[in-house]
């Protein structure tokens, strides 16, 4: 008979440290999800995952869809044949090819290398090997165009070299971390990478189980499993798109000790002077670095604004900054209604956002009512407050871009404009006296990740799932429309994509996708892009545009502007179709266009 768990599957599912429960547990989730995903998949994104593993990844692919369904996925998982994960893939007819899958996981271990090194070799001798290693890797990404989160080479439980086996160029463990950054350094952007040293730290001794491998071929223990699932879930989501954005932070007994309403700027507990106080500033340099790489602070908290804002104004010991903040709120409302207004504001899903408090009740009032926020309760010592949020893995990066970086900025300008927006009794002369400007971007390889990143992220503003390697855009490019924006308060980045057909077909002009950033929704730029739409459709001669657009449950605003744009359901219930000229009352956008798209149509496949 099963054992029934203390939580449902439904709470956790929402549980930010699912990654935290008991391997039986979770073997017990993944069972029940599997018979209730075929009726519960509807508006969940879903995946064809590949498993390419150098081990048996039953154990592994058993709890995969659990993980990946915890961060937006309804996943269809294949295993690679044990010892076939490499020559399946450089084999063109093999079943790998035939699954077509949208995502792969390259999984090798220590057992996998190839070249390796004596005791006594030398460093020369060591990056020629090094060399030959990677060769196979180069092989393998070369033939695979869709997203792959691939494990680094994992330490193995033996040390040749003993205490020195890291340190000096003979050792096996020297030759692992060579290998993985030489790995990392030259792997396409399409590559992700999960660090599986830092992993083995995490789970401690019981990361090798050297009697499981004999048994069953899997080289890590069971206890592992669950650190190991949430890893590559967690990179999968931030490769498809779907990684969370935003962390909204309580302030009193989460920034700081105390109650900064009760005690004054000299009560609370901030600084080097008590663990306590060190351990809140050491807490403040954690989410610094997290607002650095771009994931955008909030605050909600129940206070006076004026006496909440004391600390970082005023308090030496302070670490986070106003300025670090993308919003501000501070008032005795309800923090659900206030969490509501954060995500209104900022032009994001409730999906995409953190909460962190150190009150249960707040805690439950979230979870009960905005159930797609990942809610964190903070409770005892502050200590361990970076390490439980880093645990849950909210925010994996993949890499970094100049957009990722100034997130935060922008985001507290899209406050200013927003708030503006609302004050203005004149919305037309607001938003022209922002002087907007819309470059037409190139493709190009300082812009083609980002370009690859953007059509994989959206989900507010996305015509439907399908999205594109940067090898794929690379081969796109005549065809790939990108759009950076800019007004007198800031550069946005590129913000717009869009990909059409080369191959025209009965007269039409066939719009793959189009996806654009929440930061500039109601900026007008949608009006604009289709100006270029039609003016490309009118260029190429060709009469009319069509797009595909599926409702996600997430993206129901562009139903609504294919409207205003005069788009009418085609032959089928996702199709759409337009003239050029049919814009049914659309309203001025005031965006002064920098550029031409695209730069010329001699390399159109559409010249006429």
């Known amino acids: ?58 154990f592994l692919s058993e709890l995969m869809p659990l993980f990946l369904r915890h961060r937006g996925l309804h996943a269809t998982i294949r295993n690679a044949p044990y010892g076939a994960f490499q020559t399946e893939i450089l084999d063109a007819s093999s079943a790998f090819w035939e699954f077509n899958a949208d995502l792969v996981f390259l999984l090798p271990t220590s057992r996998d290398l190839q070249h390796l090194p004596q005791p006594t070799s030398d460093e020369k001798t060591i990056d020629a090997l090094v060399k030959a290693e990677l060769r196979i890797w180069h092989s393998l990404w070369e033939r695979l165009e869709m997203p792959v989160v691939q494990f680094t080479i994992a330490p193995g439980s033996t040390r040749s070299l003993g205490e020195a086996d890291g340190l ?5 463990l020297h030759y692992i971390r060579e290998v993985n950054r030489r790995l990392v350094r030259e792997a396409p952007s399409h590559v992700s990478f999960v660090d599986t040293e830092r992993l083995a730290i995490q789970v401690g001794p019981g990361w090798h189980d050297e009697r499981l491998y004999r048994l069953a071929k899997q080289p890590f223990s069971m206890e592992a499993l669950p650190t190991i699932a949430n890893a590559l879930a967690a990179t999968a989501a931030a490769a498809l798109g779907l990684s969370r954005k935003a962390l909204i932070l309580d302030l009193d007994n989460t920034l700081w000790g105390g ?111 905005l159930p797609h926020v990942w809610t964190l309760q903070l409770a005892g010592d502050p200590s361990g407050f970076a390490s439980l949020l880093d645990c849950a893995m909210a925010f994996p990066t993949r890499h970094l871009s100049a957009e990722d970086v100034n997130r935060t900025e922008s985001y507290r300008k899209l406050g200013e404009v927003n708030s503006g927006m609302q004050q203005a009794t004149d919305i037309d002369s607001f938003l022209q006296g922002l002087s907007p400007t819309a470059v037409i971007e190139s493709v190009r390889e300082d812009t083609i990740e980002r370009i690859s990143q953007l059509i994989g992220k959206t989900n507010q503003f996305k015509l439907n799932p399908t999205t594109y390697s940067t090898a794929e855009i690379r081969d796109l490019a005549d065809h790939v429309l990108a759009i950076r924006f800019k007004d007198r308060l800031q550069d946005y980045g590129i913000v717009a994509v869009a990909v059409t057909d080369p191959e025209a077909a009965e007269g039409v002009l066939t719009i793959r996708n189009w996806v654009m950033s929440c930061r500039v929704f109601s900026r007008r730029l949608e009006f604009l892009t289709f100006e270029l739409f039609s003016e490309r459709a009118c260029a190429l001669n060709l009469p009319r545009l069509r797009l595909e657009y599926r409702d996600s449950g997430r993206n129901g605003l562009v139903g609504e502007l294919l409207t205003k744009l005069g788009f009418e359901r085609g032959m089928s219930e996702e199709e759409f179709l337009s003239t050029p000229t049919d814009i049914k009352g659309t309203p001025p956008h005031y965006i002064e266009r920098i550029g031409t798209w695209p730069q010329s149509y001699e390399n159109s496949s559409h010249k006429k």
């Open 1 to 58: 008979m099963e054992v029934t768990s203390t939580i449902s599957l439904e709470d956790a599912l929402r549980d930010p440290l699912l990654g935290k429960q008991p391997v039986e547990t979770l073997q017990r989730f993944a069972k029940r999800l599997t018979k209730l995903q075929a009726k519960d998949s509807e508006n969940v994104r879903a995946a064809k995952i590949g498993i390419q593993g150098g081990f048996t990844v039953d």
């Open 168 to 172: 000096y160029p003979g050792g096996e």
């Open 259 to 369: 109650e900064i309403g009760d005690s004054g700027l000299d009560g609370i507990a901030l600084g080097p002077e008590t663990a306590e106080g060190e351990s809140f500033v050491a807490f403040q340099k954690y989410l610094k670095a997290l607002s650095c790489r771009g994931i955008v602070l909030c605050v909600c908290s129940k206070n006076n604004e004026r006496i909440a804002r004391e600390p970082f104004e005023n308090h030496g010991a302070m670490i986070l900054r106003l300025e670090d903040f993308a919003e501000f709120c501070a008032n005795f409302d309800d923090k659900a209604s206030n969490i509501r207004a954060i995500a209104k504001k900022l032009n994001l899903g409730l999906d995409a956002f953190v909460f962190l408090d150190d009150s249960p009740v707040e805690c439950a009032l979230v979870r009960e009512n």
